[in-house]
């Protein structure tokens, strides 16, 4: 079992920034895939940016590149997304997600065993 924890949403106003961070425990060594989805209000769940456990070769959606930017401190087992530049649009519940797959996979949330309880990302225009 792997337990994820988030912290760091807020409310901002366009242009601003927010860090959320994730922090695993448990099994980490069951998870080589972190990974960052979002949830807006009547939308699908939809993934934002992933990072592999140990490793740096980063993904991110299309309407988040140039803006955001996933991290991670492995000494940790903590996992950031920075977000900067925030669009109204980028209102949602943002979850981190961790499982094992390969990079191929990373959107697909039914390949996540993990999930955290959310963190609310508000930005006002």
């Known amino acids: 079992q792997v337990l994820l924890v988030e912290s760091g949403g807020g409310s901002v106003q366009t242009g601003g920034a927010l860090r959320l961070s994730c922090s695993a425990s448990?099994?980490?060594?069951?998870?080589?895939?972190m990974t960052w989805f979002r949830q807006a209000p009547g939308k699908e769940r939809e993934g934002v940016a992933t990072i592999p456990t140990g490793g740096s070769n980063t993904y991110y959606a299309d309407s988040v590149k140039g803006r955001f930017t996933i991290s991670q401190d492995n000494a940790k087992n903590t996992v950031y997304l920075q977000m900067t530049n925030l669009k109204p649009e980028d209102t949602a519940m943002y979850y981190c997600?961790?499982?094992?797959?390969?990079?191929?996979?990373?959107?697909?949330?039914?390949?996540?065993?993990?999930w955290g309880q959310g963190t609310q990302v508000t930005v006002s225009s």
């Open positions: 448990g099994d980490t060594s069951s998870i080589n895939r």
């Open positions: 997600a961790a499982g094992r797959m390969l990079a191929f996979y990373w959107v697909q949330k039914d390949k996540y065993a993990y």
